[in-house]
């Protein structure tokens, strides 16, 4: 599916479960968990694929990681 799909995988989590039942967002509720981070790391991935379809012509990824 090549640019379809995501490079980050996020895992079943009970930290997204428990932040769910405290209606906040997991990177509030529990902002330097792993999962957190990974759910981090898909919001820079989808910046940059934003980035490219605006910018076909340019290399770069949008800035630093």
Do not use: H, W
């Not at 895992?11 to 999962?35: C, G, H, L």
């Not at 981070?37 to 990681?65: H, S, T």
């Amino acid at each position: 599916l090549g640019g379809k799909v995501f490079k980050i995988c996020i895992p079943r989590s009970i930290k997204v479960e428990e932040s769910q039942a405290m209606r906040k967002p997991v990177t509030y509720a529990f902002p330097f968990s792993d999962i957190a981070e990974l759910y981090k790391e898909l919001a820079r991935e989808i910046q940059v694929r934003l980035y490219m379809k605006d910018n076909p012509g340019d290399d770069e990824e949008g800035g630093d990681r």
